[in-house]
Structure formats: structure tokens, C-alpha cells
């Protein structure tokens, strides 16, 4: 999401200002399609000028649609792309991604066909092009794999496909492209009022800059092992289709994100591919989606780390809440498919099977001992919206700032004795808070050398007493004196 700051400028000597906001002028929606392996997502990545949607050469990586934003000419083009499409194939998998891909379509202002190029015309292209040009919708044939001019003949043969703007690219090395878009951007209505706001500020004897700050939004990642319900946790937490749900394990593979809007705040969701262990993972998609969830995840607010009722928590799960734990992330821990499990309350109070089952989770993962834990059922719905409310709180928490004076007194109260530190007279002389998200503190000492883990252990659980950061890990760094 793309957030500007009005300056508000008033100059000295009573002189009004006027001043341009900057304003984000949005076009249209261009859905990438085309059957499998022909470079949709290379093209979708060399619009969007972003690795957001992962390439290889396995057919079928991408399934779920993915959205982000082409910016030509000063406009912006929201892009769609699409899993490879193979109409009438009735597999599982194969079927929701064609219902995806209607989506995508249903949305689309334009639709950009893509085929490859070094392929002779295969039925399933002429089958999807008779389905574009049935939809109504503008179609353009996006020639892929023309990547020097000696092949741009070989695109006119896919003039059989009976539309009309044909145009040979190489989304690999960037040919053609500008045309294409050009072409979209012609095809796209026109956008009302796409001038920039003039802004006429009241006069004033005094010069200031006052900054009107945006609207900030939370990102919050789905993590867990594949299958335990992140894909439909998504549908649910944004009340639609938006991820492919199947008992098929590893069916996410591409992160699939959406934003909700909820009680004023903005909330982007992102469901990331089913977490395995480095042996267990052996085609190339698969590793690609391990290594692009820990991306996501580092750059996420919260992560809610999914774990199956029916199966427990488990030495994976523990690794996977190590990795949000590491990369400084609030967690919140969700334990779903309770309704398989344990009898549900109607008084909101947890039964003594939660009880049980939260104090084996505490034990198990004895460093996320500040994580929230919620027991849902994303299937059903049960107890998924309470989740809106925690997300919130831990996010605030984690950007929670305590002051110096505030910490000093609060360090006058902690008894160390309690807690002495080993290996001699290492004491702290004052600490401050550093940084936010995750809080950090940095705490000065009398001489060099780190405080032993215990000690710090200590310091950590005095501080959530004395201030919260419910949700969040806390980062204590030391420094010393020189003698």
C-alpha cells in the first residue's frame, strides 16, 4: 500500500502557500493468464520490478493468484498473475486454479494472454483464447520467449488465435515490454480525476511544517508446517477464496496476501507456504517456497504460527516459531482444529483440556513463554475473529517505547540480589531503551563483558512484569565500561 505525508508549509510574513499533494493515480487491473510453463510469473515479475512471484522451470509453481503493482508512464497498473490454466482438467488442484484464474478475470480490466513463443500452438491456447474473447474483456497476446530478433517471425504464426494485439516479448530480458504496457494502459478506462490536488493553506505569521502521518498498516504472517490450516485460516480471516485449499500437503506455494480493513486499522495478511524440513523438501518450487516464507516472515509484524490440535506440537513447529522468535517478530500462537479435540465453551473460559494442552505447548517452546495462545477453528470460523483484536494489541506492543527516566526507576526496584550475576561484580549503572519493533534495550554496565544468560533471563521477565510487550521477543545488548 502506497502512503504519502501532506506538508503543510506556512510561510513567514502572513503570506498564503499553495501546495500540490502528491496523489497515487491508479489505472486499472491487467490478469496475466496462460497455461502452465509459458513465463507468466517472470513477466509478472519484470512488471512489478519484484522476485514476488517464484520462477523456475517445473510446471505449474505458481496456483493461488498473486497481485502487485506496475508503474508506467506515472500511472499505476495493478497486475494479477495467474496459475498455468488447463481448461476442462478435473484434477483437484488443476480446477482451483482455473476457479482462481476466473477471479483474476472476473476483476480484470485487460487480459494479458501469454504463450510461448519456441512452442508450436497447442490446443489448450486456442481453447483459452476462445474463453478471453467470449469473456468481453480487452485481450492481448503477449508472445513470451522472443528473446532475439531473428524469432519475432515465428510470434505471427499465433495470429491464428484471433487476437488482434499481438505484441513479442521476452519477459526475461525485458523485450518488448514497454509496448505492452502502453498497449494496457490504452485499453484501460480512463481514470477521473487523476490531477493532483491543489491545496490552498490559510495564511499564518508563523513558518511551520506540520506532517499529517498515514494510516499505518500491520503485517501479519501465516507460518506453520504444510497442512495445518494457514489456507483456510486466510479465507476465513478475510471472508473469501482468495488462497487454494486442499488435503494435499504443500498445495500454497507462492506467499498469497490480502488486506483487511477492520474498526479503522489495516490489516495484510499473508498466508506463506507450508514450512518442511531441509531433507524433506526435494523439488525445486518446494525450496523456493521455503526460502520465500522466511523472507516474508522477516519482513512481517506479527506471525501467527499455526500448529494442528490433532497432532500436537511438534519438533518442527518449535524450529518454525524459532525462526519468528529469532528474526524479532510478535508472535501469537494458533492452535487450530480444536473443534477435533476438545469439547467447546459457550462462556468464552478455556476448559481444562486447553489448560493441559497450553501448558505442553509452554513447555515445549519455553522461548515464546510471551506468545498469546488462541484456540480456533478455521474451518468453522470458531473463536477466528478474536484473533483481530490480539493481532492488534501485540502490535502495538511491540512498538512501545519506554523512557530512560522511567527505565532508571524501574531498575531502582528490581532486586538483583535475587539474581547475582556469575563470574564476579558485574553490575548495570543505568540501561535505555534503543529501538522498537522488537523493543531493544541496551544496558551499560561497570566493566566489559555480556551479562550471563540468567541474569538476563531475569531482566527480561522483570521488565514484561514492570511494562508488557505481550506478544513480542525482547532484545537486551550490553556494554560495558572501559577501564
Same mark, same amino acid.
Given at each position: ?82 496459475? &498455468?490454466? %488447463? ?75 484471433? %487476437? ?53 498498516? +500491520?503485517?501479519?504472517?501465516?507460518? &506453520? ?169 501485540? &502490535? ?31 553490575? %548495570? ?10 523493543? +531493544? ?29 505481550? &506478544? ?12
Amino acid at each position: 500500500m502506497n502512503c504519502f505525508i501532506e506538508i503543510k508549509i506556512r510561510p513567514e510574513g502572513g503570506r498564503s502557500c499553495d501546495v500540490f499533494t502528491p496523489a497515487s493515480i491508479k489505472t486499472g487491473t491487467l490478469a496475466i493468464v496462460g497455461r502452465p510453463n509459458v513465463g507468466k510469473s517472470t513477466l509478472f515479475n519484470r512488471l512489478i520490478k519484484s522476485r514476488r512471484s517464484i520462477v523456475g522451470d517445473e510446471p505449474g509453481i505458481t496456483r493461488d493468484r498473486l497481485y502487485g503493482t506496475a508503474r508506467w508512464n506515472g500511472r499505476e497498473i495493478q497486475v494479477v498473475d495467474t496459475g &498455468g490454466i %488447463i481448461p476442462n482438467d478435473k484434477e483437484l488442484i488443476p480446477a482451483e486454479i482455473y476457479r482462481q484464474a476466473r477471479v483474476a478475470l472476473d476483476e480484470a480490466d485487460v487480459v494479458a494472454l501469454v504463450v510461448d513463443g519456441r512452442a508450436e500452438l497447442t490446443a489448450p491456447d486456442i481453447e483459452l483464447a476462445r474463453l478471453l474473447i467470449r469473456s468481453g474483456k480487452p485481450v492481448m497476446l503477449a508472445v513470451n520467449k522472443i528473446d532475439s530478433p531473428k524469432l519475432e517471425s515465428t510470434a505471427e504464426e499465433y495470429r491464428r488465435l484471433g %487476437i488482434r494485439d499481438l505484441f513479442a516479448i521476452s519477459a526475461e530480458h525485458g523485450n518488448g515490454i514497454g509496448e505492452l504496457l502502453d498497449a494496457a494502459l490504452h485499453l484501460m478506462p480512463e481514470v477521473p480525476g487523476s490531477e493532483p490536488p491543489l491545496v490552498n493553506h490559510k495564511e499564518s505569521s508563523e513558518a511551520s511544517v506540520e506532517a499529517v502521518p498515514a494510516i499505518r498498516e +500491520t503485517k501479519i504472517a501465516i507460518i &506453520g508446517r504444510p497442512n495445518v490450516g494457514k489456507s483456510t485460516l486466510l479465507n476465513q480471516l478475510t471472508g473469501s477464496s482468495r488462497a487454494i485449499v486442499s488435503p494435499v500437503a504443500g498445495t500454497t506455494r507462492d506467499a498469497v496476501d490480502e488486506v483487511v480493513e477492520r474498526s479503522g486499522k489495516s490489516y495484510r495478511f499473508i498466508d506463506t507456504a507450508g514450512i518442511r524440513r531441509k531433507g524433506k523438501t526435494k523439488l525445486m518450487a518446494e525450496k523456493l517456497s521455503v526460502v520465500m516464507a522466511r523472507k516474508h516472515l522477516e519482513a512481517a509484524d506479527v506471525a501467527l504460527l499455526v500448529i494442528d490440535a490433532t497432532e500436537g506440537i511438534t519438533a518442527l513447529d518449535a524450529t518454525i516459531g524459532g525462526y519468528a522468535h529469532e528474526s524479532g517478530r510478535s508472535v501469537v500462537i494458533v492452535v487450530n482444529k480444536w473443534d477435533l479435540v476438545g469439547p467447546a465453551r459457550n462462556d468464552g473460559k478455556r476448559s481444562a483440556d486447553q489448560t493441559a494442552f497450553e501448558q505442553q505447548l509452554r513447555d515445549s517452546v519455553k522461548y515464546l513463554n510471551y506468545a498469546p495462545v488462541v484456540f480456533i477453528s478455521a474451518l468453522s470460523g470458531k473463536n477466528v475473529d478474536r484473533l483481530f483484536a490480539i493481532v492488534q494489541r501485540v &502490535g502495538e506492543e511491540r512498538r512501545k517505547r519506554i523512557s530512560t527516566g522511567e527505565m532508571n526507576r524501574f531498575l531502582k526496584n528490581v532486586d538483583f540480589e535475587r539474581a547475582s550475576s556469575p563470574g564476579g561484580d558485574l553490575r %548495570i549503572q543505568y540501561m535505555t531503551q534503543a529501538a522498537v519493533a522488537p523493543p +531493544t534495550f541496551v544496558v551499560f554496565t561497570n566493566r566489559p563483558g555480556k551479562l550471563h544468560f540468567a541474569y538476563q533471563r531475569f531482566l527480561e521477565n522483570q521488565i514484561r512484569k514492570a511494562f508488557g510487550f505481550e &506478544g513480542s521477543p525482547i532484545w537486551i545488548k550490553t556494554r560495558g565500561k572501559e577501564k
